[in-house]
Structure formats: structure tokens, C-alpha cells
């Protein structure tokens, strides 16, 4: 686990301990605080996963595992991009499905 994960999940536990208390306390702005900073560390969370699924294709790993018979170096760079290209898709994918769901919220709170 890398320090982008870990601060994700702690900025994950902030705010859902900051939206608990502004419900209970009746406080919206605090409640909202709190979902936003879920959000965030949600996303800072999904970023340390991305750095570390990418992390095999840093040269050096690269080098190590031709080394070890798992393939060319540039085998392993074309598997690395591929697997860049599969987490942006999915990261674009999943940005879409957020952002319809916010507007059909919208839409039924007008």
C-alpha cells in the first residue's frame, strides 16, 4: 500500500466521521464537508492504486522480469500501456456514470 492509498483512506474516515456529526448535529454544511472529503479521499485512494497497478512499467521492473524469462522488455512496456489505456478507460467510464447519476438527481430535485 503507498502513501497516496493511505491518505485516501484517512481522508475517507474524515469525512464520513464529518458527515455523521453534521447530521446528527443537524449541521448540512459539516454533513456536506464530510461526503466531499469522502469524494476526495475516494479518489486520492483510486490514484495510489492506479500508481501502483502502473508501477510495472518503470524500466527497471521491466528489465527484471525479461531477466526472469516473462517476456521482451518491450512485451512488458505494450502490457503496461495496455493496462494504462484499460485504467483510463475504466477511470472515464466511471467519471460517466457519476456524472449521470448527478444529473438525474438533479432532474428529480427541481
Do not use: C, P
Amino acid at each position: 500500500m503507498n502513501s497516496d492509498q493511505v491518505k485516501g483512506k484517512f481522508e475517507q474516515a474524515v469525512g464520513s466521521v464529518k458527515q455523521a456529526v453534521g447530521e446528527t448535529v443537524g449541521n448540512n454544511q459539516l454533513a456536506n464537508e464530510g461526503l466531499g472529503d469522502q469524494v476526495k479521499g475516494s479518489a486520492h485512494e483510486t490514484w495510489g492504486n492506479v500508481k501502483d497497478a502502473a508501477g510495472i512499467s518503470s524500466g527497471t521492473a521491466a528489465v527484471a522480469a525479461e531477466d526472469r524469462g516473462y517476456g521482451t522488455e518491450a512485451d512488458l512496456n505494450n502490457g503496461a500501456a495496455n493496462a494504462r489505456h484499460g485504467i483510463s478507460q475504466s477511470i472515464a467510464d466511471a467519471k460517466n456514470a457519476i456524472n449521470n447519476h448527478i444529473d438525474a438527481y438533479k432532474e428529480t430535485h427541481r
